[in-house]
Every structure is written in structure tokens, then in C-alpha cells.
Nanobody, 117 residues
Framework: QVQLVESGGGLVQPGGSLRLSCAAS????????MGWYRQAPGKQRELVAG???????NYADSVKGRFTISRDNAKNTVYLQMNSLKPEDTAVYYC???????????WGQGTQVTVSS
């Protein structure tokens, strides 16, 4: 059973930066897509960024140019570098892993990111 464990959340001032990490215990077989989602109070969970096992990335329009997703396959870890943070980025951030064959989906427990002065 694969477990995803996020770290790196916290409180940061507007304009600041944070780096989230998601470490996977176990193997998510390729092809796969790893992603970061977020959920703010009273809102639906939304995709923030995704990266395939081939290295292709996609981002929500609201974070393009500010956030960067990357992965280190040797360490089974996915990262989300968040720069120029805004109060509207405040949310619980979740790591997600999708394995294509056989189809499996995994979620982390979430890490709180709060952007406030």
C-alpha cells in the first residue's frame, strides 16, 4: 500500500515563498501522474499543478508563473515550489498520485498553507 506524506506547509507573509514536499512510501508504477490539489474553507478541492512520469506539467491559471512542480523519481518525492504567495493561496494542500495500469489513486493527509500578514 502506497502512502503519501506531505510536509513544508506553514504560515507565510504575502509575497513570501514555501516549498511543499510529498514523499511516497512504496512504488507508484509508471505511467503515472503526481499532483498537488488544494481546498480552501467552503470551496471545492481544485487541481493546482500536475506532473507526469514523463515530466510534462500543467498548472491552474491562478498559479502559473508563481508555482513550480517537480519530481525526483530516485527519491519518490514530488515538490511544489510556491513563490509570490497571496492570501487567496491559503488552503490545505494535498498530494495526489494516479497510477494508470492498474488504475490506482492515492492521497496524502494534507498540509496547511496560510498566507497572512
Amino acid at each position: 500500500q502506497v502512502q503519501l506524506v506531505e510536509s513544508g506547509g506553514g504560515l507565510v507573509q504575502p509575497g513570501g515563498s514555501l516549498r511543499l514536499s510529498c514523499a511516497a512510501s512504496g512504488t507508484i508504477f509508471s505511467p503515472n501522474t503526481m499532483g498537488w490539489y488544494r481546498q480552501a474553507p467552503g470551496k471545492q478541492r481544485e487541481l493546482v499543478a500536475g506532473i507526469t512520469s514523463g515530466g510534462s506539467t500543467n498548472y491552474a491559471d491562478s498559479v502559473k508563473g508563481r508555482f513550480t512542480i517537480s519530481r525526483d523519481n530516485a527519491k519518490n518525492t514530488v515538490y511544489l515550489q510556491m513563490n509570490s504567495l497571496k492570501p487567496e493561496d491559503t488552503a490545505v494542500y494535498y498530494c495526489n498520485g494516479k497510477q494508470i495500469f492498474p488504475r490506482r489513486e492515492y492521497w496524502g493527509q494534507g498540509t496547511q498553507v496560510t498566507v497572512s500578514s
